[in-house]
């Protein structure tokens, strides 16, 4: 093997680590053996989801046009029910650092099944609660007016965060999203 010859003829010691990483790089290099694709026959698995893309998709465009429509600048992000982002938007003109405070008031509407807005005033009476959301979810999420939690039939499925629409229109583009994912859900039973 190569990569003994360069230990032996280096007369350098090398640590055990050095020597596997040597080992591996050799390898990796190697022509892979062929085989045939083992997962072709294979079914597809789908993965549970709790929100939709599409879902996704209609809250954050509505979100947007209401703000839009104010002529401002926001980030919207919706988030599944464990705080993954589904879609994020963030318009011309808005900070990066928006997405960021729009993916935590998502996260912490998701992590406390409520709004961002209770949560906070809830601080008031029962400080525990959001002090304790803030140590467990360290840097995760953002306990200010604008995220709401997404639930349908008494579970949450995820969240929405708006930032960056001054005043109260984070909140009033987070309800845009809201209003129009319910209608989309209503057209649906419809069906």
Sequence with gaps: MCNRKLFLTTGKKLSVFAILMIALVARAQEAPTPRSDVFADRPRIDVATSITLEDARTIIEAAVELVRQEKGHAAIVVVDDNGNVVSMD???????????????????????????????EAYKTNPQRFLSALSMLQGEVLLIPGGFPLIVDGRVVGGIGSAGHRGDGDVRAAKAGLAAWEKLRQSRRKE
């Design 90 to 120: 963030r318009m011309n003109g808005t900070s990066s650092f928006f997405q960021r405070f729009a993916a935590g008031k998502a996260v912490g509407a998701v992590a406390l099944q409520a709004s961002t807005a209770e949560t906070f």
